[in-house]
């Protein structure tokens, strides 16, 4: 929402004041003459509204500028479109959140596959890696010159599985931005969630809780349980090939980031964990899938 005020065209300026937790803001007349049986009529533009660029934009005066979706703004607007298009038709913004997520999924898909394979090869070539880094530990140069011969045998390239991935980010953070701020969610109920625009809150507690406060928000642990089964299929593979101290510290990553994910999304709007949770649904059945295509093209 927003609160804005146009001031008349020959007006001196504004004023911005703080004091303490107080912060007054005004406009600047100055002085004008005021003739006997004569008066001044001053004109504003006074709005008190959602952050709705159509609506914005009846005015014609540039209010529509305030409505800003962060570096991928050209991006989130167009999501943003697309969830109205749907919603237009499934009259639901939690189907919406979810069928949009599908759409990126299936668009990104050819990434994600790109980079879950560059991944697989990094993986398989972990016990050489190791045999290397122990052999060569006293000459870092030269053992770095040794992996990139073996990255060159195996034609694999270190940045494969990330590149792809980074491609997929400026997506996921547009589509991040524009949930966060979307007007379109208030108030819009999605199963138990009456408000797709605050935390779930299945139910309250009868006083406040540490790090949970006083209501129960179920979405964001259900997230929770779905990024630890995530992570830990992701790195059971890895475990198995990698060194002793390698496989504690993904198993401790394995924990730490959901859980870290976990205690973020608590407070977060429920639409925005509702695409979360999504996400992880679906890149945790896409990576189940191609590892079993993997499995099946060796025999396994």
Partial sequence: FAVALKPPRECEGIFLQADGKKISTGILNGPKIVRPNSYITDSYVLYLGPLIKKRLAIFDIGLEGIVNYGF?????????????????VVHNWGVSIILV?????????PLTRKSFMSMQKMQELQPHMEKLKQLHKDNPQKMNKELMQLYKQYNV???????????????????????MRAIELKNASFLWIKDLSGPDALFSFPQAIPLLGDKFNLLPLITM?????????????TAKQGSSEMAKQQKFMALFFPLFFGFILYGFPSGLVLYWLT?????????????RQMNLAKGV
């Fill in 101 to 109: 997520t599908f759409l990126i999924n299936i668009i990104m898909f």
């Fill in 279 to 291: 996400n992880s649904l679906l890149m945790t059945s896409e990576q189940f899938i191609l590892r």
């Fill in 157 to 179: 390239n270190p940045f494969g599985g990330c590149l792809p991935m980074l491609l997929q980010l400026p997506i996921f953070f547009a589509f991040y931005q524009a949930l």
């Fill in 225 to 237: 349980l779905v990024m630890v089964v995530q992570q830990r299929f992701t790195t059971m593979h």
């Fill in 72 to 88: 991928f703004g050209g991006i989130s607007t167009f999501l943003l479109s697309l969830l109205g298009r749907i919603n237009s």
